[in-house]
T-cell receptor
């Protein structure tokens, strides 16, 4: 257990559906992240939040909409996705992003399949 | 933006010491070097972090030369369960994991 939980662990959705991924961290961290990992590809950073403020959007399509209501919770709202969006979505947290070095703690991920 | 380069893959026999290298020629003055381990369909797991010289914990050692343009992760006496992808990360505000190094431990 890393102190970062993600729900659901598996999700199958149609291209016209709307769903949300949830991430919660119990570590008292101030920064949270969403990553996408497609099959046999490196992790792609999607969004970064620090103290609830979005500090990075890595050119992610608008069909992915993040929400960070507080430092412990992070959501990823999904709508009108494409089959190529099928991937493992990972949430992570760290103490902050201000210093040059920080450990990230990852959740188990949500395996998303878009049909 | 500091970028890292690692070998794509390597094999090692069980019980041997494994040394995984990473190049980061553009590392910034206040960048730390962090290594993660990832098993299939799981999130990466923090292994070790260092700034210079040598760092050791219960899992691994990290060797960083004086110019800090490279680093070496050393795993002592690997077992089959150490088969994973190992990522070297150097970042300030932006986190780029790269392709990592697939390490396969052979019986």
């Amino acid at each position: 257990e890393t102190g970062v939980t993600q729900t659901p662990r598996h999700l199958v959705m149609g291209m016209t559906n709307k769903k949300s991924l949830k991430c919660e961290q119990h570590l008292g961290h101030n920064a949270m992240y969403w990553y996408k990992q497609s099959a046999k590809k490196p992790l792609e950073l999607m969004f970064v939040y620090n103290f609830k403020e979005q500090t990075e959007n890595n050119s992610v399509p608008s069909r992915f909409s993040p929400e960070c209501p507080n430092s412990s919770h992070l959501f990823l709202h999904l709508h009108t996705l494409q089959p190529e969006d099928s991937a493992l979505y990972l949430c992570a947290s760290s103490q902050d992003i201000g210093s040059g070095g920080y450990e990230q703690y990852f959740g188990p991920g949500t395996r998303l399949t878009v049909t | 933006l500091a970028k890292t380069t690692q070998p794509i893959s390597m094999d090692s026999y069980e019980g041997q010491e494994v040394n995984i290298t990473c190049s980061h020629n553009n590392i910034a003055t206040n960048d730390y070097i962090t290594w993660y381990q990832q098993f299939p369909s799981q999130g990466p797991r923090f292994i070790i972090q260092g700034y210079k010289t040598k760092v050791t914990n219960e899992v691994a050692s990290l060797f960083i030369p004086a110019d800090r343009k490279s680093s070496t992760l050393s795993l002592p006496r690997v077992s089959l369960s150490d088969t994973a992808v190992y990522y070297c990360l150097v970042a300030q505000q932006r986190l780029a994991f790269g392709k990592g190094n697939q390490v396969v431990v052979i019986p």
